[in-house]
């Protein structure tokens, strides 16, 4: 446990520096600072899974970035690092939560994993047609990062069938990615993370 929080805190002192970058600048002068907030990078449950997806680790959290700049509510902040050493979730210890709030300014830090993104293949009983489901499960936390509080704790999980894949080449949440079904349905998911996490900051004091 040791090593993993001396590795992590590392990785968050050499991210330190683009703080400055990756602050909305456009957002209103009279937020008070206890409606910033940090996302760290997605946990992957199972990389082999998101294969076909563009930095998926890194594009969900910025994808959330973006819909809670674009609300102007709140002050956010994207973090290279994972609270995670072995790119599963579990819940950091205190003081690894109180550093990362310090070393970027901010009140809240929002982790999450992706749980599931694998495709099952369904045959017919002679094994001429086949359905393809693949299932999109994520977990998403955010702490109180002065004292260490889970302030929420929520799974989100969808199904599509039919052309479940992506591409590599579709840049993260963008025009031809969102174009795709896997991708929309992952899309309107975000829409959900960013409301919940909206709403829980929103409610504290």
């Known amino acids: 446990m040791v090593n993993r929080i001396a590795l992590i805190l590392l990785g968050v002192f050499f991210s330190a520096h683009s703080i400055a970058q990756m602050t909305d600048p456009g957002l209103p002068p009279n937020l008070p600072p206890n409606k ?3 996302l760290t990078g997605f946990a992957v449950n199972k990389p082999v899974q998101v294969l076909d997806i563009d930095d998926a680790s890194q594009g969900f ?3 959330i970035a973006r819909r809670l700049m674009r609300e102007r509510q709140v002050q956010v902040r994207i973090s290279p690092d994972l609270l995670s050493f072995d790119w599963q979730q579990d819940h950091p210890p205190v003081n690894l939560l109180q550093q990362l709030g310090q070393t970027y300014a901010s009140r809240y830090i ?3 994993e992706i749980r599931n993104a694998g495709t099952k293949i369904d045959t017919n009983l002679f094994g001429l047609t086949q359905k393809r489901t693949r299932a999109i499960e994520l ?3 955010i702490y109180d990062a002065s004292t260490g509080q889970l302030l929420a704790q929520q799974e989100f999980s969808n ?3 039919g052309n479940v894949s992506v591409g590599r080449e579709h840049v993260f949440d963008g025009a031809a990615f969102n174009s795709t079904l896997y991708g929309k349905t992952i899309s309107d998911m975000l829409d959900q993370v960013a409301s919940l996490v909206s709403a829980t900051v929103m409610a504290q004091h």
Do not use: F, I, N, T
Request: charged content about 20%; overall charge positive.
């Open 36 to 38: 910033a907030l940090v």
């Open 61 to 63: 959290p910025k994808a």
């Open 110 to 112: 929002v982790s999450g």
């Open 139 to 141: 977990e998403v936390r």
């Open 159 to 161: 199904a599509v069938a």
